[in-house]
């Protein structure tokens, strides 16, 4: 049986949040690691560094670092 239009389009928009899933669990792992390349620095430079830097841009850390400010 063929797949309706409509079908098509939800299936797209699950495999996207598949993709979206996988991305974040991979973020969520190498969160921890961003973390510890950031503990020895200072606050200002901690804060430059995630400002210049895209490796330090993800929902994964930003996951964790929330998690901190809140305990």
Sequence with gaps: ???SSYELV??????????RERKLDRERR???ALL???A???RERQ???VRNS?????AGLC???????WE
């Design 10 to 19: 939800f299936d797209r928009v699950f495999e996207r949040v598949r993709q």
């Design 36 to 38: 510890a390349r950031l």
């Design 47 to 49: 804060l430059i560094l």
């Design 1 to 3: 049986m063929r797949k």
């Design 63 to 69: 996951e964790v670092l929330r998690r901190q400010s």
């Design 40 to 42: 020895p620095h200072p």
């Design 54 to 58: 895209d490796r330090f841009c993800t």
């Design 30 to 32: 190498a969160a921890a």
